[in-house]
């Protein structure tokens, strides 16, 4: 009898326990959570075992270029960008016999740093900060073919330094899959972009205030609904979070804002204001707790700032800044929640850890000490650690 690589684990896990020897030898497919992570030059799996309290590398591989961000789509496709070229990559991802295999590349916009699927993931949108540009790729059958570019035109944000051109860096699919929200860092805006009948075109923009703020990424609001309420944004150059109502019109989406509020809270602001660039933002399946990592603080350590959604009668849904706990390390340009919603993976590029898992305890709240740590020192020099966190199975 023939078992596929997902009946096999499946009948393992069924007499695991007459099966010791075996089931050691293949601790990797039994792994709780097995995380993707990239930085310069590496892709990598790492297994986190809570019981023994540990990571374990499972996989490195060299990658071609910078990984900063990728997406997976279940059960083998790895899509990587390359943020220092205008290449995108498609991995096959074998998870049970850790292999990974460069099956396409293709050219599109330069500078890419977030990739974002459609909701049946045909259709994958690239982030171009480089170039000013998103860019629409059909990945059906394995293929990876860039089908149309769409320029990032709106007038530029104040700061000369960070908005000397646009910078779209992040795409969210709205929970109706029909339109994405593309936060532009460098012209201060939200381009809306709608999918309807495969036509990916740019319906509306938005102007984010206050100018040279910065958008960086966001999250619609509420998760796992049909229609999204509101739409929370982190602005990288000004550290704030600004919360917008959302309305679906027969334009597109409609943005009016209800509420500006610092990524650090007002009783933790950075050491060095100057410098301090927020980073991630991560909202909880359940819709009650926000996350947003504050990189650059010029303290000790940078952080993930924990808020709480306040819902009110009228329908407005609010922030309201509860704790903030250490990434662990320096630069903690993404983290990302564990699929039962009960970690934080905490991916430093500097400091002392590379990836941190924090347990997400009552109400929220996350818990500095690590449960599982990664040294940052496995991921090589200082600024090496992992710049990607997902975990993926
Ligand atoms: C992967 O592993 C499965 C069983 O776990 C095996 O049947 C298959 O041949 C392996 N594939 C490769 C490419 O090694
Ligand atoms: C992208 O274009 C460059 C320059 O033409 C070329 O050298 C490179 O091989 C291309 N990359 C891919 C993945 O096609
Ligand atoms: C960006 O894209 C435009 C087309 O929209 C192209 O003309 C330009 O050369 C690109 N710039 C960079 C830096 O890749
Ligand atoms: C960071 O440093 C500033 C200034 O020293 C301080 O006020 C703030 O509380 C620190 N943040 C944290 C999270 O300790
Ligand atoms: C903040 O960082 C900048 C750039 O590194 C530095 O020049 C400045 O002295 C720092 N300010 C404080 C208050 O530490």
Redesign the pocket.
Known sequence: MKFSAIGFTAALAATASALPSMRRANNYAKATARVLMGNNGHIYIADYLPESKKFEVTLKEESIGDPSWMAFAPPNRLYAVDEFSSAIYYYELDLDNNTLEKKAGQNGSVGVVHLEFNKDKTRMIGSAYGNGTVDVWNIENGGLELVKTIKSDGSLGPNEARQAAPHPHQANLDPSGRYFAVNDLGTDSILVIDSKGDDYKKVGSVKVEPAGCGPRHGVFYPQGSDAATHYIVVCEITNQVLVYQVKYTTEGLSFSKTQTLST?GD?????NATTAAAGEIQITPNNQDVYISNRL???ETD?IAHFKVKKAKCGTTSLEFAD?V?SGGLLPRMFSLSTDAETVFSANQDGELGLAALDIGANGKLTETPIATLAASIFGEAQFGPQFVLQIV
């Open positions: 650090y009783a933790f602001p950075p050491a603080s010029g303290n952080s903030t250490s």
